[in-house]
């Protein structure tokens, strides 16, 4: 019982694993430079905006290709 | 003091997300009902309600203690991972490359295999329907839940968050009582690619917040995100439909 309820839980964040560990490597990163003052605040947000739609956009054409090269 | 636009945004995302999860444990606890009689189905639900208050009681106070930034920061990055997985599968519906939930299938489907399992005890309890009925009801509770602090924790308005919640499970759970019908004709699909935008817009706004940025307009630059998102997501699908299309 408490298995599959775990497992159904990680599922809520977790569908594609290379989604999942590029949004956490992308926030991880901009973080180190935000935190070590390597970056002002205005480069920290332009770096998130930039990033984070990049990493859907990228997730959506991978999937896009992998069914396009099955068929 | 929360704005026009904070007050909308935190209570719009925090009840139309709760709307899609409440149909969907609707979808379940009916199939429950039809298949296995309604005593199971609403005793299996009751106690996944109590469950997950237990739950937010237990676990609710230590919000409080967690430093704000990073309340901020651990919100953020859960919502950039719950909101964009949920836009990267509404996308990919939209597209066609994977296919759209279907409601009505997923009643007939658990109402079948329901109908044809076995799990009553010697003094007549329906467990198999009853733990799948609390199963899905404290699942889909549990993401009311975490959709309740990710939009509310960040600003101090779970209370907000919570009524827009309360307010879907209500309307969900009467338009079900009324039809006794799964709830088909919702637009789950557009639901979830609104939801998905909206979860992305306030995960990037709290995660910047988290590190420091001051983003230019406050609260309203959460509409500026949710249009980046919007924008974004609607050029995907416009892009890869057609491709799409052509290889069916």
Redo the contacts between chains.
Sequence with gaps: ?IG??VK??IG?????EL??AT??CA?AL??AL??SGVAP??L??LM??LA??A???A???R??SR??RS? | MPNLTTIVSVAGASFVASFVEAVEALTVVLAVGLARGWRPALTGAAAALAALTLIVVALGPLLSIVPIRALQLGVGLLLLLFGLRWLRKAILRAIGIIALHDEDAAFQRGTRELSEADGRDAHGFDWLGGMTAFKTVLLEGIEVAFIVIAVGAGRGLLGLASAGALAACIAVAAIGAAVHRPLSHVPENALKFAVGVMLSAFGLFWTGESLGVGWPGGDAAILVFVALFLAVALGLVALLKPRAAALA
């Design positions: 019982m599959p309820v159904e839980l809520l964040f977790v569908d594609d989604l999942a949004i956490l926030v901009i973080s935000a935190l605040g205005w920290v947000g998130l905006i984070l739609p990493t859907l956009v997730s959506v054409l999937s896009a069914k396009t068929e």
